[in-house]
């Protein structure tokens, strides 16, 4: 099993940079890729990046070039990094792993919040 926990949510202005991370532990060494998603208030949860044991990415048009997904070499923490934020990436924002057995765990969420 694959425990995942997310942290550096926060408050930040329109036009502001956070950094997610999402550090993972249990059998970690097992994950084969680890994605991104979010869910605003009365939405479903959506797809927001991806990054595979190929170091491929893919992301969703409406963070593309504005957000970018890394790993560490042995999927012991992934990171969102986002920039240009605007007030629709308001969101609680999930953590996906995937392991080898084809297996998906998810972290607790952490909240985005962009106002002014």
């Known amino acids: 099993q694959v425990q995942l926990v997310e942290s550096g949510g926060g408050l930040v202005q329109p036009g502001g940079s956070l950094i997610l991370s999402c550090v993972a532990s249990?059998?970690?060494?097992?994950?084969?890729?680890m994605a991104w998603y979010r869910q605003a208030p009365g939405r479903q949860r959506e797809f927001i990046a991806i990054?595979?044991?190929?170091?491929?990415?893919n992301y969703a048009e409406s963070v593309k070039g504005r957000f970018t997904i890394v790993r560490e070499y042995d999927w012991s923490t992934g990171y969102l990094q986002m920039n240009s934020l605007k007030p629709e990436d308001t969101a609680i924002y999930y953590c996906?792993?995937?392991?080898?057995?084809?297996?998906?765990?998810w972290g607790q969420g952490t909240q985005v919040t962009v106002s002014s």
């Open positions: 996906m792993a995937r392991t080898q057995t084809g297996e998906n765990y």
């Open positions: 249990g059998d970690y060494y097992t994950i084969v890729a």
């Open positions: 990054v595979t044991r190929e170091v491929t990415t």
